[in-house]
């Protein structure tokens, strides 16, 4: 499993825009990029996934270089309740037979009023 | 997520009990997979399942076992529970025919072990 690596905090306001990056320089050719959301007490929820250029959906934007050394994950104008811990992993498809997740400890992203 | 149920949700038990935590699923899937998570750190993969019967380790199955008897059921057991065991216990699924969107998680059992 590639091994990424992403700040360990950040605070932002509501109505603004949160970008976390996420480095991962070994990843392999073959591996997906995928972010997850978790709140205090809770499981991690789904939030995007992509492979390459830009994913776009209801929730966020995940960007990604041509080198796929790093990521993007953007939230669009932040609410007090997307103040959650966010996970940042690479790795192969679900649908793969060596599909495994490994979490780090993630960027706590801090929303205040 | 109310498709993955895990039974207890809370639960204290002493040092050297044997304690099951229970999973269930609704979703259909066919991968299965146990979590812990200590205070301020990520999730950590005790054991995986992809299928009624297949059991793989993950990165710290020590003082764990595991039984998936049907498709809608993931059980974890602490043989001997220790102080250290302490933690967030998470229940998830996938299906190994869909490409995105990963895993589902339960809601979390919350295991003390004094």
């Known amino acids: 499993l590639a091994k990424t690596t992403q700040p360990i905090s950040m605070d932002s306001y509501e109505g603004q825009e949160v970008n976390i990056t996420c480095s991962h320089n070994n990843i392999a050719t073959n591996d997906y990029i995928t972010w997850y959301q978790q709140f205090p007490s809770q499981g991690p929820r789904f939030i995007i996934q992509?492979?390459?250029t830009k994913v776009t959906n209801e929730v966020a934007s995940l960007f990604i270089p041509a080198d796929r050394k790093s990521s993007t994950l953007s939230l669009p104008r932040v609410s007090l309740s997307d103040t959650a811990v966010y996970y940042c992993?690479?790795?192969?498809?679900?649908?793969?037979?060596?599909?495994?997740?490994?979490f780090g400890a993630g960027t706590t992203v801090t929303v205040r009023a | 997520d109310a498709d993955v149920t895990q039974t207890p949700r809370n639960r204290i038990t002493k040092t050297g009990k044997r304690i099951m935590l229970e999973c269930s699923q609704t979703?259909?899937?066919?991968?299965m997979y146990w979590y812990r998570q200590d205070p301020g750190l990520g999730l950590r993969l005790i054991y995986y399942s992809f299928d009624v019967k297949d059991i793989n380790k993950g990165e710290i199955s020590d003082g764990y076992s595991v039984s998936r008897q049907a498709q809608a059921k993931f059980s974890l057991s602490l043989e001997s529970a220790i102080p250290n065991q302490t933690a967030l216990y998470f229940c998830?699924?996938?299906?190994?025919?869909?490409?995105?969107?990963?895993?589902?998680f339960g809601p979390g059992t919350r295991l003390t072990v004094l």
């Open positions: 979703k259909g899937h066919d991968r």
């Open positions: 998830a699924t996938s299906d190994g025919r869909a490409a995105y969107h990963g895993q589902f």
């Open positions: 992993l690479v790795g192969v498809l679900p649908s793969s037979n060596d599909y495994k997740l490994s």
């Open positions: 992509g492979y390459k």
